[in-house]
């Protein structure tokens, strides 16, 4: 029980970072999950090419982390030149999760105007092949400004040439003024919803600003989809269509979701 009463923040993945399951065990049910998450996000490719892709959520613990990390690397493994960046400076994870420093970041680069940091110089290979990592870099004490400045919409456009596919880890939407506004500069934004743990409310809320922004919600990552309520980590990953995905709005009937645990 956390000191408010309420379930307290996970540190989990701050700490030691998230679970690669694509990497330790490819040929994993929850890898196959994490591969068909990577298939819609292409097949969402019908207007525009999706190169520039945020993961967010209506609240902290989603599995945000988790999520973009697997699906940046199976974006890798089939041969994507993918940069993955931690853009979550409020709980920032990618250095634990690749164990590398986090001593310079995304946050050098933004606080380096005029001084001429090289995007090179900072973005680090992750150890696995077509994956460089951006961390969050040293934390400063105005997320908001610096992840709203022009200085980060340059970032990614600069980024976007280089690379295949820029996958950001952002923070909730409903904690983090700038993650509304850094969605419209990028193609698509997904939305991690935790079966049993994200509020139907709080959701609702954050399709409301999404759907605000220039940027399509390219689908929701339902995580922690427990078919047989045994709980326990990476149990289902679906992939769903549709505003308001399982929340109770009209189009909720188009969903799709699969790759449930057998
Ligand atoms: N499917 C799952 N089953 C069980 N545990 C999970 C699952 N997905 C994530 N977790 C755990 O939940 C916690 C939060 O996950 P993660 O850090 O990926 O979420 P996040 O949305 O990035 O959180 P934050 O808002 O803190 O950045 C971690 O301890 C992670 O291991
Ligand atoms: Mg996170």
Do not use: C, W
């Not at 980060?152 to 904690?175: C, E, G, R, T």
Request: overall charge neutral.
């Amino acid at each position: 029980m956390g000191l408010f009463g309420k379930k307290h923040l996970d540190t989990e993945t701050m700490e030691n970072g998230a679970k690669l399951i694509t990497l330790a065990n490819p040929q994993s049910v929850i890898s196959e999950q994490f591969r068909n998450i990577r298939t819609n996000i292409n097949f969402m490719n019908v207007d525009k090419e999706v190169k520039t892709l945020a993961f967010t959520s209506a609240m902290a613990s989603a599995g945000k982390s988790t999520v973009s990390a697997n699906v940046a690397i199976t974006m890798a493994q089939a041969g994507k030149k993918t940069v993955l960046i931690d853009a979550d400076l409020r709980r920032p994870t990618l250095h634990s999760t690749f164990n590398t420093t986090n001593s310079n970041g995304l946050t050098t680069l933004l606080t380096s105007r005029g001084k001429d940091v090289d995007a090179a110089s900072v973005i680090r290979e992750s150890g696995v092949e077509n994956l460089s990592i951006l961390t969050a870099g040293p934390i400063p004490p105005n997320p908001s400004e610096l992840l709203s400045s022009k200085h980060m919409l340059d970032l990614i456009a600069d980024l976007k040439q280089k690379y295949d596919m820029v996958i950001l880890d952002l923070a909730p939407i409903l904690d983090a003024a700038e993650t509304q506004q850094l969605t419209s500069a990028l193609d698509g934004t997904i939305l991690v919803v935790r079966q049993g743990y994200s509020q139907k409310a709080a959701v609702k809320r954050a399709v409301e600003l999404l759907k605000l922004t220039k940027s399509p919600i390219l689908g929701y990552v339902m995580n922690d989809v427990d078919a047989d309520g045994d709980g326990g980590y990476g149990y289902g990953y679906g992939y769903g269509y549709g505003y308001g995905y399982g929340y109770g709005e009209e189009d909720t009937k188009k969903k799709g979701l699969f790759g449930r645990k057998k």
